[in-house]
């Protein structure tokens, strides 16, 4: 079964700061790998889809990276923001139907 | 356009009860998946449907646990006899699924507290 983890689970940062969040997977069969983002009391909101074929998503100050074969991904923050603060997860699909998800880092971009 | 919706946004009701909770997708997503999120866990799948094809059930947890999803549009998950540890939010997503696409689109979830 399709284990994924995120590291650290939680990461504090002054605002301005650059950071990377880390997510890991053990099945390299995977069909894309979703960065989402999750505010307190609220749904997921998508940030970047990479598709397995693709090695980065860049979508304003986030840059999502794929390693496929050694099953590592990244994304990047730039210039951190306090509205940037939220839980952070990253999902792989290994097939046509579900996610499987990591239990998520917990950012906080302190002012 | 309009995305996910889910109703209601909360939901408690005492253990023993039935409850059904309801999924609006986005339109023109051909699949539906439901999700449960407990208290300092990882999302977790529980159920997904895709056009008319048979649903794959195989993360609900228990025979409690049942969806339908009427006319290819809304879903309700529906959850008999609650335990306490149904409690979680529960939270339905929609995708277009093409074959090269298949981004996943979240609703706000509902809330479920089972006392």
């Known amino acids: 079964k399709q284990e994924v983890t995120q590291i650290p689970a939680a990461l504090s940062v002054p605002e301005g700061e650059n950071l990377v969040l880390n997510c890991s997977f053990t099945?390299?069969?995977?069909?894309?790998l979703q960065w989402f983002r999750q505010d307190p009391g609220k749904g997921l909101t998508s940030l970047l889809l990479?598709?397995?074929?693709?090695r980065e998503q860049t979508s304003g100050r986030l840059n999502a990276s794929l390693d496929k074969s050694s099953g590592r991904s990244t994304l990047y923050i730039a210039a951190s923001q306090p509205g940037d603060s939220a839980t952070y997860l990253c999902a792989v699909q290994t097939g046509a139907n579900n996610l499987f998800f990591g239990t998520g880092t917990r950012l906080t971009v302190i002012p | 356009g309009a995305g996910v919706s889910q109703s209601p946004s909360n939901k408690v009701t005492e253990k023993g009860k039935d409850v059904e909770l309801r999924c609006d997708p986005i339109?023109?997503?051909?699949?539906l998946y439901w999700y449960r999120q407990s208290l300092g866990q990882g999302l977790e799948f529980l159920i997904y449907?895709?056009?008319?094809?048979?649903?794959?059930k195989s993360g609900l947890p228990s025979d409690r646990f049942s969806a339908e999803r009427t006319g290819g549009s809304v879903s309700t998950l529906t959850i008999q006899r609650t335990q306490q540890e149904d409690s979680a939010v529960y939270l339905c997503?929609?995708?277009?699924?093409?074959?090269?696409?298949?981004?996943?689109?979240f609703g706000p979830g509902t809330r479920l507290t089972v006392l």
């Open positions: 997503a929609s995708s277009p699924w093409t074959s090269e696409y298949n981004e996943q689109f």
């Open positions: 449907f895709q056009g008319n094809s048979a649903p794959d």
């Open positions: 099945d390299s069969a995977i069909y894309n």
């Open positions: 339109s023109g997503h051909t699949a």
């Open positions: 990479i598709q397995s074929s693709q």
